[in-house]
């Protein structure tokens, strides 16, 4: 390699570099690509944009949970992800409403 030439450089808040950096090695590279392309979807699904990396942080931290469980897939992952966010949403406003009682 010549002092011109440079090897790749991850492209920054991309799915697939997210999935692997944070899968590591306990996954091989199908895997990994199965995570990115949950994580792209979630992110779409969700109106995450790139430039959102703690939101998109916390979706690939538990995307990696729910691989690890088995469901390598990425419509399941989706399909997970989404129903576990709604049941944080519907229990978030249901204890919030329970707040509210008081006044």
């Known amino acids: 390699m010549t002092q011109y030439e440079s090897?790749?450089?991850p492209i920054p808040n991309n799915p697939r570099n997210q999935?692997?950096?944070?899968?590591?090695?306990e996954f091989g590279p199908e895997?990994?690509?199965i995570m990115a392309e949950a994580l792209e979807s979630v992110c779409r699904a969700l109106d995450i944009t790139e430039d959102m990396g703690r939101?998109?942080?916390?979706?690939?931290l538990r995307i990696i949970?729910?691989?690890?469980?088995?469901a390598i897939d990425a419509r399941a992952?989706?399909?997970r992800?989404?129903?576990?966010?709604r049941s944080q949403l519907?229990?978030?406003l249901e204890a919030f409403g329970q707040g509210d009682s008081g006044r």
């Not at 999935?19 to 090695?25: I, K, L, R, Y």
């Not at 939101?55 to 690939?60: P, T």
């Open 19 to 25: 999935a692997e950096d944070a899968a590591g090695a």
């Open 77 to 79: 992952l989706h399909d």
């Open 55 to 60: 939101e998109r942080d916390i979706i690939v």
């Open 65 to 70: 949970g729910l691989a690890q469980t088995g």
């Open 90 to 92: 519907v229990n978030g």
């Open 7 to 9: 090897s790749p450089k």
């Open 81 to 85: 992800m989404l129903a576990e966010l």
């Open 31 to 33: 895997a990994v690509l």
